[in-house]
């Protein structure tokens, strides 16, 4: 859809908004990739990190399989590379928070927990948030012992057992991350088949540390001031047991963060933003890249990859409007 062009007093007359040619929401790898290819198209980019920079990979310990590192590299190093990388072209990044967009018009009105500013072309990269298990005690327990990042939280579970919800690529790894800090990890998964990648799961199976309960879903978690113990039920058998733990990591996928932008763009029932091959949304000159628009892939790689080209397309898509 092609949207109206108004005139920047058309939206905020007298003021002193700030107009920028690209504006880039999110600093995942997907929106420091497109910062870096935007910069060097001297779109000077503004990014708006949100609360942090490096999205997800900045969570995990070290990260094995983006290429050009082949002894691995820190999630959060890997995330600072891509700033200082992007910063060098003239990138510039704003801690704030992304509460509302106005895509109708150009210049798009985009509203920051702290400022209304306009932007002429956007990318969308605000990224993914863990899934809740939604049972009880979860919220009330959540830092409490019930987290969702063990690179984070790992340390605090010395000397200590844990529960790892999930059968994924994330429960596996993060799994495999505690065993260096817990004395016990169990794996709790609804089926009798991992999702995981093969090392991964070759990995988990080799350590002594690590132990699998499968067929089997948390209903509760039990607790009061910390977490005491896990509810077990067995959706084979039916069969409902408590399950002494100190912790409960919870890695069963993620919902795109899109929110905000699911009243003026195609928005799936998952929540994912619908694109073509070109990083495009329904509003000519609104881009997306990264888990936002990815149901697939998910990866730093592939995500870094989506946001190169939404970088190319929109220095095209303004190129065509001078
Ligand atoms: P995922 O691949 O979607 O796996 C989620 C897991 O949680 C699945 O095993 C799923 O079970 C289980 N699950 C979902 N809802 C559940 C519920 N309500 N109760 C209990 N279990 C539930 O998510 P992910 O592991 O976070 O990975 C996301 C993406 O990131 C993937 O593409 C993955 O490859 C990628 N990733 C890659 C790496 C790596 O390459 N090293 C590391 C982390 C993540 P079912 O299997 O039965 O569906």
């Given at each position: 859809m092609d949207v109206e062009m108004k005139s920047q007093s058309t939206i905020e007359k007298g003021s002193e908004i700030e107009h920028v040619k690209l504006a880039i929401l999110g600093a995942g790898p997907a929106g420091l990739s497109a910062a870096l290819y935007a910069a060097r198209a001297e779109l000077e980019p503004l990014v708006l990190t949100g609360l942090s920079i490096g999205g997800q990979a900045s969570l995990t310990h070290t990260i094995e399989n983006y290429p050009g590192f082949p002894d691995g590299v820190g999630g959060v190093e890997l995330g600072e590379l891509f700033q200082k990388q992007a910063e060098r072209f003239g990138a510039r990044f704003s801690f704030e928070l992304v509460t509302a967009v106005e895509f109708s018009h150009r210049p798009f009105k985009i509203t920051t927990d702290g400022r209304t500013l306009l932007a002429d072309a956007v990318i969308i990269t605000m990224g993914a948030n863990p899934n809740h298990l939604n049972v009880p005690g979860e919220t009330e327990l959540t830092g409490k012992g019930v987290s969702y990042c063990g690179t984070c939280d790992g340390w605090f579970f010395r000397g200590k057992e844990v529960v790892v919800v999930g059968g994924g690529d994330s429960a596996l790894e993060?799994?495999?991350?505690?065993?260096?800090?817990?004395?016990?990890?169990?794996?709790?998964?609804?089926?009798?088949?991992?999702?995981?990648?093969?090392?991964?799961?070759?990995?988990?199976?080799?350590?002594?540390?690590?132990?699998?309960?499968?067929?089997?879903?948390?209903?509760?978690?039990?607790?009061?001031?910390?977490?005491?113990?896990?509810?077990?039920?067995?959706?084979?058998?039916?069969?409902?047991?408590?399950?002494?733990?100190?912790?409960?990591?919870?890695?069963?996928?993620?919902?795109?963060?899109?929110?905000?932008?699911?009243?003026?763009?195609?928005?799936?029932?998952?929540?994912?933003?619908?694109t073509d091959q070109r990083m495009k949304t329904n509003i000519a000159g609104v881009f997306v890249a990264g888990e936002v628009a990815d149901a697939h892939y998910r990866q730093v790689v592939t995500s870094a990859g989506m946001g190169a080209g939404a970088a190319i397309e929109a220095t095209r898509f303004l190129e065509a409007q001078e």
């Open positions: 993060e799994g495999l991350f505690l065993t260096r800090f817990a004395t016990k990890v169990t794996i709790v998964h609804r089926r009798d088949e991992l999702r995981a990648g093969a090392i991964l799961q070759r990995r988990a199976q080799e350590n002594d540390k690590i132990s699998f309960i499968w067929d089997t879903v948390i209903t509760d978690i039990l607790g009061t001031d910390a977490v005491e113990a896990v509810r077990l039920k067995n959706v084979k058998t039916g069969a409902v047991s408590d399950f002494k733990t100190d912790g409960v990591f919870i890695f069963i996928g993620h919902t795109p963060n899109t929110q905000i932008f699911k009243d003026q763009l195609e928005v799936d029932d998952k929540g994912v933003i619908a």
